[in-house]
């Protein structure tokens, strides 16, 4: 775990308007992959809008790794149907959850920053980092793509783990030395 920033769980709340891969509707789930880690939800039986409430915890390393996630229409004889995929890009999490490290007494529900679906992004609604009883959460409504159509709705939320780097320990490259870190405690006078 030295090597781990620490936890990102995911909460997978809802899909919306998923498409249908059986006769009248899909028995769909959800898998979340980063890099060699995959973890996925229950299947919900039957069910174009199923609710599944379910929490994910992925170990980041690297936050510039891609977080993919994939529905599935769950079939009983043959090969799972793909219902569509996103990628979650958690870098603007990251940025504002180590701007928030030094704020206190903030307002319940102020938003730390706000991003808006755009091309490069697979949002279906603008997404808030908002700060709430002490903690940082990102709700996001992501298009799913290669699909007719569908939505899945996510919450982000960082969990300081023990053993974990963190992020106020990762190590930044001096823009001028890119082989060494910079250390600013170190001063040749």
């Known amino acids: 775990m030295a090597d781990t920033l620490g936890l990102l769980r995911i909460r997978v709340q809802r899909g919306i308007n998923l498409a249908v891969r059986d006769t009248l509707s899909s028995d769909p789930y959800v898998v979340i992959t980063m890099g060699q880690q995959k973890l996925k ?61 030094g704020l206190l007494n903030l307002p319940n529900g102020c938003a730390l920053k706000r991003i808006q679906p755009g091309r490069t992004t697979c949002l279906a609604d603008e997404s808030s980092i908002v700060w709430n009883n002490g903690k940082i959460t990102q709700d996001m409504h992501l298009k799913l793509r290669n699909v007719e159509c569908g939505e899945v709705l996510i919450q982000l939320e960082w969990i300081e783990a023990p053993g974990c780097k963190g992020l106020e320990s990762e190590v930044m490259q001096a823009p001028w030395n890119p082989g060494k870190p910079r250390n600013p405690a170190k001063r040749h006078h």
């Open 41 to 101: 939800t229950h299947v919900v039986k039957k069910n174009c809008n199923p609710q599944w409430n379910e929490e994910l915890t992925l170990s980041i390393k690297d936050p510039n790794v891609p977080i993919n996630l994939t529905v599935y229409d769950k079939d009983t004889f043959t090969v799972d149907d793909e219902m569509g995929n996103a990628e979650i890009d958690i870098k603007p999490y990251i940025a504002a959850l180590k701007m928030g490290k």
